[in-house]
């Protein structure tokens, strides 16, 4: 059995596990965090994203024994307490949400742009996009949803001066 400690929704955790498990496999196997998604187990889909260092990963292609000291933010621990983070309450604004299978994953990465540059350009916005796979939205609502958060993101930071 190996063991390694790492921060994860801003609780330190030592965790034992076999050697070959993903990332994704512990946060929902382990641990209950639900929320990122098997989707295609490539990496490709997107709906398994979490914020790893402040980076945008997948996690169904990350090894879990890399992670030692690493900090993970999973969409779980987004909200404060039952007050939802400024990107949820835009795709829930913007009814980006429809089956909800992939936004998890979408906000999550929405989240590592914006965090390190809150005036992203629509271009960035996008390409951030690009890399999930939705087939109920059309991704026209996602887009406006992630305009409406930063919108708030960039009005938090002008008041907070």
Known sequence: MNRITLTINGIKRTIEFEGHEMLLDILR????????????????CGACTVV???????????????????????????????????????FIEADAIQCGFCTPGIIMHLYALFNKNPNASDEEIKEALSHHLCRCTGYTPI?????????????????SK
């Open 52 to 90: 790893v260092n402040g980076e945008a990963r997948t996690s169904c292609n990350l090894p879990f024994r890399m992670l030692d000291g690493a900090e993970i933010l999973t969409i779980e621990g987004l909200s404060k307490g039952k007050q939802l983070h400024i990107l949820q309450r835009a």
């Open 143 to 159: 887009f406006e949803a992630a305009k409406i958060a930063q919108e708030y993101i960039i009005k938090k930071e002008r008041s």
């Open 29 to 44: 196997d382990k641990l209950g965090l639900t929320g990122a998604k098997h989707g295609c187990d490539t990496g490709t």
